[in-house]
């Protein structure tokens, strides 16, 4: 009986609890308090938000300047000399680029019998296992770590990163 009557008062707490969060949202929806913190509106689609200015603006703007774009039409353009009196200038060449290594370095294995490293590649869509100081076209390779290997191509040393 004792537990019945325990349960009893929980439950009537609960419900009373629950009733004055339902009624305090309804009052706090339907009320008319000027000094409400943020007012939320409705229009179309949109929820607009309206927040109250707590400082006037106090900055001006100085409006003591000139037109910048005023400038560039007042100036002339400057006078270009005949073209006899130029000296001819032989454009330079320009250096050559060396196209960057487009191989992938997709990890190495161990050979057991010789002892050394033998990284797998992939070249041109090809997968090709090359040990050190080998050559692939114009890539030699010079060096094979765990997460990268070091190799040679056109005469550029570079490291490709294992590809993950």
């Known amino acids: ?22 009624i305090m949202r ?34 001006q703007l100085l409006l003591n300047y000139g037109d910048p774009f005023d400038a560039v039409a007042v100036k002339e353009a400057p006078v270009v000399a005949a073209a006899g009196n130029l000296p001819v200038v032989k454009p330079m060449a320009s250096p050559q680029v060396v196209q960057p290594v487009t191989a992938k370095y997709l990890g190495f294995i161990w050979n057991a019998e010789n002892k050394k490293k033998i990284a797998i590649m992939n070249q041109d869509g090809k997968e090709v296992m090359v040990q050190e100081g080998e050559t692939i ?27 993950k």
Not at 1 to 22: D, E, H, P, R, S
């Open 137 to 163: 076209g114009q890539l030699q390779l010079l060096g094979i770590a765990s997460d990268s290997v070091k190799v040679k191509y056109k005469g550029k040393t570079s490291f490709i990163r294992i590809n």
């Open 1 to 22: 009986m004792k537990n019945k009557k325990a349960l009893l008062y929980v439950l009537g707490f609960l419900v009373v609890c629950i009733w004055g969060i339902i």
């Open 26 to 59: 309804v009052y706090a929806a339907v009320g008319d308090e000027a000094g409400g913190a943020v007012v939320m509106t409705k229009q179309g689609d949109t929820v607009k938000t309206h927040i109250p200015v707590l400082q006037p603006d106090t900055f």
